[in-house]
T-cell receptor, first 110, second 115 residues
Framework: GQQLNQSPQSMFIQEGEDVSMNCTSSSIFNTWLWYKQDPGEGPVLLIALYKAGELTSNGRLTAQFGITRKDSFLNISASIPSDVGIYFCAGRGYGNKLVFGAGTILRVKS | DSGVTQTPKHLITATGQRVTLRCSPRSGDLSVYWYQQSLDQGLQFLIQYYNGEERAKGNILERFSAQQFPDLHSELNLSSLELGDSALYFC??????????????FGPGTRLTVL
């Protein structure tokens, strides 16, 4: 079945630093999504990407849909303590099934 | 707040028991999805309903079943519970059964602990 490789598994960074994480797939996707999950809560949709090469921003967050359609990255600029959480990528192919990465745990030192 | 509600928030039960988790989708959403999240498995898709009908099945065990009612709320039934069923169970909803821009919005989850 389809699998997503998300990296890094975890990050421990200083407040104010920029963060980068990415996902790669063995299959082509037509949609890439990035979610954030706070402790004890459900995943919240941050950014949705629908076109190869698309670059989309949401505040300090920027995500790109790779031109091969097999990868995506998420950047967070000038991290703050509330950025702490688990970030998930998710991809959808030509069916409706959403496949999730294993998540990147982000910890921020203030 | 995504608009998706789930009850209960926490559930503690014993092995062999049966529990029911409940989900109400966002207003206007006709499709409901159930996911299981455990520490070593990440988010695993279980099952999808659309307007009362089963639409897609993922890695759902035979001991688990779900349904979507005419008012569009959904219930996930877990029976003959085992220790390994301890996990977070999320419900998500979307407007349509499939298609572009048909994104899923997640509820706050139910944490199930099987002792």
């Amino acid at each position: 079945g389809q699998q997503l490789n998300q990296s890094p598994q975890s990050m421990f960074i200083q407040e104010g630093e920029d963060v980068s994480m990415n996902c790669t797939s063995s299959s082509i996707f037509n949609t890439w999504l990035w979610y954030k999950q706070d402790p004890g809560e459900g995943p919240v949709l941050l950014i949705a990407l629908y076109k190869a090469g698309e670059l989309t921003s949401n505040g300090r967050l920027t995500a790109q849909f790779g031109i091969t359609r097999k990868d995506s990255f998420l950047n967070i600029s000038a991290s703050i303590p509330s950025d702490v959480g688990i970030y998930f990528c998710a991809g959808r192919g030509y069916g409706n099934k959403l496949v999730f990465g294993a998540g990147t745990i982000l910890r921020v030192k203030s | 707040d995504s608009g998706v509600t789930q009850t209960p928030k926490h559930l503690i039960t014993a092995t062999g028991q049966r529990v029911t988790l409940r989900c109400s989708p966002r207003s206007g959403d006709l499709s409901v999805y159930w996911y299981q999240q455990s520490l070593d498995q990440g988010l695993q898709f279980l099952i999808q309903y659309y307007n009362g009908e089963e639409r897609a099945k993922g890695n759902i065990l035979e001991r688990f079943s779900a349904q979507q009612f005419p008012d569009l709320h959904s219930e996930l039934n877990l029976s003959s519970l085992e220790l390994g069923d301890s996990a977070l169970y999320f419900c998500a909803s979307s407007v349509a059964p499939s298609g572009f821009h048909n994104e899923q919005f997640f509820g706050p989850g139910t944490r199930l602990t099987v002792l």
